[in-house]
């Protein structure tokens, strides 16, 4: 053996992995989204760098190389082909005042329009959501999109299954997107293989793809977007499995949101779909764009995706705009409390200037570090007179805000800062007092199966309570 040659090696691998770590730490001094997380990366990076860097090339970097060049490609080539084919878009167009809650910013940040004369229906818990989606798949005469963060090879799988395979099978173009993460289990399935059989063109998101995303396996495609023949949509925060319905024993009762858009803002939804699957599989969908949608309703809607790709934080941005703007409430309900310091300031000053804050979270939530995360967020809100609301019917995953009277938003974004910086997301924000009087009759139900939590509870915690809580604090950017 010859050792001198393999001291050489060493030596190189060492130089190597040193101007890897100094070349990361000035990428995180550039480019990071705080200062906070620039300083923790580059004193980490320069002092371990053989712990640091693995940890930087998967948690590092949050913004998603590659995907802005792909959505603006599909945004232009639609557009296109629906300015081209219609001369009614511009009638389904909302106008926009002073007075509207769809403020500038929030149509800038979805670079879609608000539309009008969009009908809802409010889906509440997984029967009654997946009675409908079936419904509308086995209704289709044209296309399906159907994506999910989740899907699962079990009974609510399958049965979903069955019906993409028919209408496939039928001659109907069928799309289906999944998380390669989230459903890493249904990668391997048996359901898979049937449906790609059937006709059905199936893609994994491939988060991984490129030179420069090889490592990036902290970023998720969370969105859930279900689009039957460009008419009606649904986005909301199940996934496809058997929990998701209340049958797992150990989790009990799911309590979630779902929302069926009918009429022009289907747009909103198809596009999302269409770049997340330019970006999967290299090909754009055959579908027709031709705008000639109903206008079946009377509500305004925008279509709110949000991606780690992009310059802004477009999630997190949107949760800021619509608690700064609220007047008198601003209600939240999601599995995590665990915003970042410019929404909790945000929340604080609405408590402060008189807003009915309430944040509806789960009694227990998803995993220890998310719990004392939680609890460090709670306390400091309730400092400023904000409320927190407990559930306890069962395991609470909804996404879903109330502002004033008028706008309502349901989605799959979290109240936490994966959603707002490295998840790629949805929201239907609604500007009408019809709908948002249901979610607010909807919430009300929530609350009163929630236990509203007191300052006086911390000081009945553990001794260790308070350490524990700045522990998941120091976590809670890549919680």
């Not at 620039?38 to 002092?47: D, F, Y």
């Not at 490129?210 to 460009?230: A, E």
């Not at 948002?436 to 300052?455: I, P, T, Y």
Request: net charge neutral; hydrophobic share 45%.
């Amino acid at each position: 053996m010859d050792y001198d040659l393999m001291a050489k090696l060493v030596g190189v691998g060492l130089l190597l992995m040193y101007l890897a770590s100094i070349i990361s730490a000035l990428e995180a001094i550039l480019k990071s989204r705080t200062s906070q997380g620039a300083v923790a990366w580059t004193i980490s990076l320069l002092t371990f760098p053989f712990i640091a860097l693995p940890a930087y090339l998967i948690f590092g970097r949050n913004r998603f190389d590659g995907y802005l060049e792909k959505r603006d490609e599909i945004e232009r080539e639609s557009l296109r082909l629906i300015q081209r084919t219609s001369d009614n878009i511009q009638d389904h167009l909302a106008p926009v005042s002073a007075g509207s809650p769809m403020h500038t910013s929030l149509l800038n940040l979805a670079r879609m329009p608000a539309t009008r004369g969009n009908a809802l229906q409010l889906l509440v818990d997984g029967q009654a959501t997946f009675d409908d989606i079936k419904y509308g798949l086995a209704s289709a005469q044209h296309y399906i999109l159907f994506q999910f963060y989740i899907i699962r090879d079990d009974a609510l799988g399958r049965s979903l299954g069955r019906v993409l395979a028919d209408k496939a099978r039928d001659g109907l173009k069928v799309y289906l997107l999944y998380d390669e993460i989230g459903s890493r289990q249904f990668q391997k399935s048996g359901l898979l293989k049937q449906l790609r059989m059937a006709g059905v063109k199936a893609a994994p998101f491939n988060t991984t793809q490129g030179p420069r995303n090889r490592f990036q396996l902290n970023f998720r495609n969370h969105r859930k977007v279900v689009v039957v023949d460009g008419r009606k949509a649904w986005i909301g925060g199940h996934n496809v499995g058997d929990e998701y319905l209340g049958l797992n024993k150990r989790i009990g009762h799911w309590r979630d949101t779902h929302t069926r858009v009918e009429g022009p803002a289907v747009l909103g939804a198809e596009l999302a779909f269409a770049t997340d699957w330019l970006w999967a599989s290299q090909s754009h969908l055959e579908v027709d764009w031709n705008f000639s949608r109903e206008a079946p309703g009377q509500s305004t809607v925008l279509v709110f995706p949000s991606d780690p790709a992009s310059e802004y934080e477009e999630a997190g941005l949107m949760f800021h705009q619509c608690i700064v703007a609220a007047e008198r409430r601003i209600w939240i309900a999601s599995p995590y409390f665990v915003p970042d310091r410019g929404i909790m300031a945000a929340l604080q000053l609405a408590a402060l200037r008189g807003v009915d804050v309430r944040i509806m979270i789960p009694d227990e939530p998803d995993g220890p570090l998310v719990a004392m995360a939680n609890w460090s967020f709670t306390r400091e809100l309730l400092a400023c007179g904000g409320k927190v609301y407990r559930y306890q019917g069962g395991f609470m995953h909804q996404k879903v805000l109330l502002m004033d009277d008028e706008l309502a938003g349901v989605g799959t974004a979290n109240f936490d800062n994966r959603s707002f910086r490295l998840n790629f997301e949805i929201t239907l924000l609604v500007n009408d007092p019809g709908f948002a009087g249901e979610v607010q009759a909807m919430l009300e139900q929530d609350l009163e199966r929630s236990r509203q939590v007191g300052l006086s509870e911390f000081d009945s915690k553990p001794v260790w309570f308070p350490l524990a809580m700045a522990i998941a604090r120091l976590f809670s950017p890549v919680l």
